[in-house]
């Protein structure tokens, strides 16, 4: 690996010239006339009512691949583009792009999908029994099976097209209302101005008092946009309601079901063992209290740090002990990472006018990856960077798969990149060098439990009662505030003395319109993870090549085939969460021994 690793990403490499690039401008117009000629195929098709007939698609499914490819090497690099500078104004309109081409492309698939609702059982059995075709048999099936549950092939179309200035439109608002967000911070005897981004860093420090006088104006700021969000946000939730009013859905989590391939009683499955292993944590959450010499924790305290971790670490020791905890589980993750940094496809860099977050965007036709963060020198920044890494591993490992085959969803993405970030934090409590140092690194770890068990928790609690208040009409800012803060005492089991009512109009995952309830995933990626990892730690080296067939696989079964396949466990019943959470029970109990000397 380098020893003067970037900061900064290589955006430069994909298409040159940022949002003004020719080459990128060029490239959307030859996709453009590639996704009409699709389209006109399409149309011109007949329905195939013999096995022969079936072959003319042959070419129609390999132009479709390539659009789909190319179609997500564009939008990943206009995501990067507003990410890295919320303030650019070419790459908003170079959104806009891309969602008129999403709408054109989706219409498209649209129709397709038509031909393959429509055509007789006999030959359909036939046809996606085809040597061709029988590696992608599942996502044919799975479309087939979604098309006979939608408005015909010209409804969904329209609905398309009017999503890109209505439903897309209200999410791409969302960004210029973030972009906005400047939030006043004393540095230095001098007042700067903090984005989004860097404020919500802030609220992580170390310092009680400066996390509580951050938070306060962090509320504030969004109480100050909370009319902006809320019109937002109701909008969004219309949108969908009515859309599924017309294709006849009775539940908003049909969606997002059918989307991370799962049931409802996995879903089900899942949050009530973790309702019934809540107690564990709220223990933990009045020790911290303790620890930190108050009654209860507030919202801000949640995630603050205890005990005296080795101070700030840099970008270079964060990618070093990344690449060499990855190649104790696999080398060939290490190699990914190692050629990640090595390529400048991250973006690390702590500066203004970058969006608050992090993500990893795969660039599908380049074969290669980006990640977005801030990194902050932190033990939490390091666990984020080795998350994000997880993310692209998981794409590198599907990039010679078919590209139907290559769609996998959030809730198994989550898997990924959970694992590498359980690698690392579990190696970095196991190499401290001494007491103080394992609990403070302890702690962040078990901070991550509290946040798929807790905070998500809150954000699906919130997200499903927003949706049947949302029914009955518009819900005001005060209304969303009071459903936010009710859902977190619900989740937290009451045990904080604050909490953070404008957290629906600060977090971005409820405004993202690809992916409705944005949040029971990443939840059930994490305790997913935990279970392969703790597979992984009874079988040794030996499991890093199952590792690769599991990931290989999430873009072809449901989760629940997914795991009966390869862990030979059910997810419709408890056991397997059970086992799951157990992981994180256990470092609870010994986050509670470490520190019953304390207090």
């Known amino acids: 690996?380098?020893?003067?690793?970037?900061?900064?990403?290589?955006?430069?490499?994909?298409?040159?010239?940022?949002?003004?690039?020719?080459?990128?401008?060029?490239?959307?117009?030859?996709?453009?006339?590639?996704?009409?000629?699709?389209?006109?195929?399409?149309?011109?098709?007949?329905?195939?009512?013999?096995?022969?007939?079936?072959?003319?698609?042959?070419?129609?499914?390999?132009?479709?691949?390539?659009?789909?490819?190319?179609?997500?090497?564009?939008?990943?690099?206009?995501?990067?583009?507003?990410?890295?500078?919320?303030?650019?104004?070419?790459?908003?309109?170079?959104?806009?792009?891309?969602?008129?081409?999403?709408?054109?492309?989706?219409?498209?698939?649209?129709?397709?999908?038509?031909?393959?609702?429509?055509?007789?059982?006999?030959?359909?059995?036939?046809?996606?029994?085809?040597?061709?075709?029988?590696?992608?048999?599942?996502?044919?099936?799975?479309?087939?099976?979604?098309?006979?549950?939608?408005?015909?092939?010209?409804?969904?179309?329209?609905?398309?097209?009017?999503?890109?200035?209505?439903?897309?439109?209200?999410?791409?608002?969302?960004?210029?209302?973030?972009?906005?967000?400047?939030?006043?911070?004393?540095?230095?005897?001098?007042?700067?101005?903090?984005?989004?981004?860097?404020?919500?860093?802030?609220?992580?420090?170390?310092?009680?008092?400066?996390?509580?006088?951050?938070?306060?104006?962090?509320?504030?700021?969004?109480?100050?946009?909370?009319?902006?969000?809320?019109?937002t946000l109701n909008h969004l939730g219309g949108f969908r309601l009515k859309l599924y009013e017309r294709r006849q859905w009775d539940s908003v989590l049909k969606e997002p079901l059918e989307i991370n391939r799962m049931s409802q009683e996995t879903l089900d499955a899942m949050w009530n063992v973790i309702k019934d292993n809540k107690p564990a944590f709220v223990k933990y959450l009045e020790r911290k209290a303790q620890l930190l010499g108050v009654d209860k924790l507030s919202w801000v305290d949640v995630e603050a740090p205890i005990g005296k971790s080795t101070g700030k670490i840099s970008y270079q020791e964060a990618a070093e002990t990344i690449v060499e905890q990855f190649r104790k589980f696999s080398p060939r993750m290490a190699n990914f990472a190692e050629r990640a940094f090595d390529e400048s496809w991250i973006e690390a860099e702590d500066r203004p006018g970058k969006r608050p977050g992090g993500f990893c965007t795969s660039l599908p036709v380049s074969k290669s990856t980006r990640i977005f963060m801030t990194f902050g020198g932190t033990a939490s920044n390091v666990s984020t960077l080795a998350h994000e890494l997880g993310h692209g591993y998981h794409q590198h490992v599907m990039d010679d798969l078919p590209v139907l085959n290559q769609n996998y969803a959030m809730n198994v993405a989550e898997t990924a990149s959970t694992l590498a970030e359980m690698i690392v934090s579990d190696a970095l409590v196991q190499s401290a060098e001494d007491e103080q140092e394992k609990l403070a690194l302890l702690e962040d770890k078990i901070q991550r439990s509290?946040?798929?068990?807790?905070?998500?928790?809150?954000?699906?609690?919130?997200?499903?009662?927003?949706?049947?208040?949302?029914?009955?009409?518009?819900?005001?800012?005060?209304?969303?505030?009071?459903?936010?803060?009710?859902?977190?005492?619900?989740?937290?089991?009451?045990?904080?003395?604050?909490?953070?009512?404008?957290?629906?109009?600060?977090?971005?995952?409820?405004?993202?319109?690809?992916?409705?309830?944005?949040?029971?995933?990443?939840?059930?990626?994490?305790?997913?993870?935990?279970?392969?990892?703790g597979r992984a730690m009874q079988e040794g080296a030996a499991f890093a090549d199952k590792y690769d067939a599991l990931l290989q696989d999430t873009g072809s079964m449901t989760v629940e085939e997914l795991a009966q396949k390869h862990l030979g466990a059910d997810l419709t019943v408890r056991d397997f969460w059970q086992s799951a959470v157990d992981l994180s029970v256990a470092d609870v109990e010994q986050f509670l021994s470490m520190t019953e000397h304390l207090v």
Not at 111 to 126: C, G, M, N
Request: hydrophobic share 40%.
């Open 450 to 533: 509290v946040a798929f068990y807790m905070n998500i928790h809150a954000r699906f609690l919130f997200e499903t009662r927003f949706y049947d208040r949302r029914k009955q009409g518009l819900v005001s800012a005060q209304e969303l505030n009071e459903l936010m803060e009710e859902a977190q005492k619900e989740a937290f089991c009451g045990v904080l003395s604050s909490y953070h009512p404008h957290f629906w109009a600060s977090k971005m995952h409820f405004y993202i319109t690809g992916v409705p309830f944005y949040n029971f995933p990443y939840t059930f990626g994490y305790l997913f993870s935990a279970g392969i990892y």
């Open 1 to 231: 690996m380098k020893n003067n690793l970037q900061l900064t990403w290589d955006l430069e490499s994909i298409f040159p010239g940022g949002s003004s690039s020719e080459a990128f401008k060029t490239y959307l117009q030859d996709l453009e006339q590639d996704i009409t000629k699709l389209q006109q195929s399409i149309q011109e098709s007949k329905l195939p009512t013999t096995l022969e007939e079936t072959r003319s698609f042959d070419g129609i499914i390999v132009l479709l691949e390539s659009c789909i490819s190319r179609l997500s090497e564009a939008s990943a690099f206009v995501s990067c583009l507003q990410a890295q500078d919320v303030k650019d104004k070419k790459a908003v309109q170079c959104s806009g792009q891309i969602s008129t081409l999403v709408a054109l492309l989706k219409g498209t698939i649209t129709e397709f999908d038509h031909i393959l609702r429509s055509t007789e059982d006999a030959v359909w059995t036939q046809w996606v029994d085809r040597e061709e075709l029988r590696p992608i048999a599942f996502v044919l099936n799975e479309s087939r099976e979604q098309a006979r549950e939608k408005l015909s092939p010209e409804l969904e179309s329209l609905a398309l097209d009017l999503a890109v200035d209505g439903y897309h439109g209200w999410s791409d608002f969302y960004d210029t209302i973030v972009s906005r967000v400047e939030i006043p911070f004393e540095e230095d005897g001098n007042t700067v101005l903090l984005s989004a981004g860097q404020a919500a860093n802030k609220m992580h420090s170390p310092d009680r008092e400066l996390r509580e006088s951050m938070f306060k104006k962090w509320e504030e700021a969004w109480n100050d946009v909370e009319d902006y969000c809320s019109d």
